[in-house]
């Protein structure tokens, strides 16, 4: 059983204990924020790499042809002034005029040309091809009018496009490349980056010629970003006055910080899902969780609003589907499974397993969480070889089909749709790991009809046999604890995107 820790980080702890009022002073005179990445981003090119850090800079350094308020949901222009479907399949948009990338390129159709051409190819081997995949081509019919042609129906265009799909300067990026890119990033956004040293240092400068972009004008000069995957090194420099701003802080570390008059601490919650995805398909080879009894007693072994309030807190709920409840389709008349610890261990014996097994389990992100699931695990007799890799480690590895069991998180590049979480793990992809010909069957008629009704209908079946057959083990979403100098003013947004053209000094 958790219970709620209380206990304070060694260097927080020495730091209350001596009642020391150390030094808070933001870096506001030379106008940098100095900002803490906890995970490495080895390519900054947004489309060959799937972490949130990539994801924050990707909002900073380009833009989209349209833009999603993150309060109001609303959709307005951004790279295009407006847009029409000319058909089921075809969008057309025409172009803001007077805009340049960061190198000087002016922005015209050539650009989305290129972008959508490029990436749309599988070859080209875009890290989530879920995110470009029903992109067929894009084609020029003036300098500032582009139609983008679609493989299929795909209704979730217009909150893709205001999301993951950023368009790139056609000759720099003809040249250069996603190593190119990644190493030296040209967009049009409200911050150009000025050095990059891939998984360690990102430091970013204010685009004085952005244009009228309804993600509004950056006021903060520099943001210099390092990573420091260490949360208590990160809090000591952010006492020390070396960093400004830290994020997804540990509930219980945020929550002492919060008594310190020289922080604020902000609670938000996000689209992240934490969930546990089993190898029912027996992509890793013979393998327990091919069988349904099995992952039905994973599912019953876990106390998820235990893990909830004892570690996650804040704004965090227990969920049971594979997607965020927000999320257009996400139904929720889903089958749930209740902590019942006896009743996993009876199904365990019923599969075969009265003694349980020994399996290994893996991880990337929240060691303290995945320990915490491992031990309701181990309870019930799976016992488990615990593997803590890199991202970028795991996801290759599931990839490749070599995973039984994993404790992972997804927040969706915070596309509001069911399409982009429950479509990119269900769909026969190379991160699928339950290849359900029905799921697949529903799941495509989902995504591809524009009668609203029947997308809802659609998802609802494929979720309610993803749930009933224990596919996954869903467990809670996400909260981020946002701590920063006074002397910073920011509201964070429940998409878990840092926006740095939010932020100013106080």
């Not at 927000?326 to 365990?348: H, I, M, R, W």
């Not at 803590?388 to 509001?416: C, D, H």
């Not at 997308?455 to 057959?469: C, F, H, S, W």
Request: glycine share 6%; net charge negative.
């Amino acid at each position: 059983m958790l219970g709620k820790t209380t206990t304070t980080a060694p260097l927080l702890a020495s730091v209350l204990a001596a009642g020391v009022a150390m030094p808070a002073l933001a870096d506001k005179a030379s106008g940098t924020l100095n900002v803490a990445f906890t995970k490495e981003l080895e390519n900054v090119d947004s489309y060959f790499n799937s972490s949130r850090e990539g994801v924050v800079l990707q909002r900073a350094i380009w833009d989209g042809l349209i833009y999603r308020d993150p309060e109001t949901n609303e959709y307005v222009g951004n790279l295009a002034t407006d847009w029409e479907w000319i058909d089921d399949t075809t969008l057309e948009f025409k172009l803001r005029e007077g805009v340049t990338f960061h190198n000087g390129e002016a922005f015209n159709a050539d650009d989305v040309v290129y972008t959508v051409n490029f990436v749309a190819k599988e070859e080209s081997g875009v890290k989530t091809q879920r995110n470009v995949n029903w992109m067929e081509s894009a084609e020029k019919i003036d300098e500032y009018t582009v139609r983008i042609n679609l493989k299929d129906k795909f209704p979730a265009a217009i909150e893709f496009l205001s999301g993951p799909v950023s368009m790139y300067p056609d000759e720099y990026y003809a040249e250069a490349g996603p190593s190119g890119m990644g190493l030296k990033p040209v967009g049009t956004g409200p911050y150009k980056a000025v050095e990059v040293t891939p998984g360690q240092h990102f430091v970013l400068e204010a685009n004085e010629n952005y244009h009228d972009s309804p993600k509004g004008q950056p006021e903060i000069e520099k943001i210099d970003i390092r990573t420091i995957p260490d949360v208590n090194t990160q809090m000591a420099e952010l006492f020390s006055g070396s960093l400004d701003l830290i994020w997804q802080v540990p509930a219980d570390q945020a929550n002492k910080l919060a008594t310190m008059d020289q922080f604020t601490v902000a609670n938000e919650s996000t689209m992240r899902v934490g969930y546990l995805q089993m190898d029912a398909a027996g992509r890793s080879g013979e393998n327990p969780f091919t069988n349904k009894l099995v992952r039905e007693a994973v599912n019953y072994a876990i106390n998820r609003q235990e893990l909830v309030d004892a570690l996650l807190q804040g704004a965090s709920k227990v969920v049971y589907t594979p997607c965020f409840p927000s999320q257009f389709g996400c139904n929720q008349d889903v089958t749930e499974y209740e902590y019942d610890p006896e009743k996993a261990e009876e199904l365990l014996a019923e599969a075969g397993y009265p003694d349980g097994f020994t399996v290994d389990f893996y991880a990337y992100r929240d060691r303290q969480y995945a320990e915490a699931i491992t031990s309701y695990l181990n309870a019930v007799g799976i016992q488990t070889n615990f593997n803590m890799l890199q991202y970028s480690a795991l996801r290759e590895l599931n990839m490749k089909g070599e995973v039984p069991i994993s404790f992972q998180t997804w927040g969706s590049y915070s596309i509001n749709d069911a399409s982009a979480m429950v479509s990119q793990f269900f769909k026969h992809g190379s991160l699928d790991s339950t290849r359900d010909d029905q799921v697949l069957e529903w799941l495509n008629t989902a995504d591809s009809s524009t009668d609203p009704d029947e997308r809802v209908e659609y998802y609802t079946k494929a979720l309610q046999r993803i749930t009933e057959e224990a596919y996954w083990a869903p467990m809670f979403t996400y909260n981020t604890n946002y701590v920063f100098k006074d002397e910073v003013s920011y509201t964070p947004t429940p998409d878990e995107v840092l926006r740095f053209v939010d932020m100013s000094w106080n």
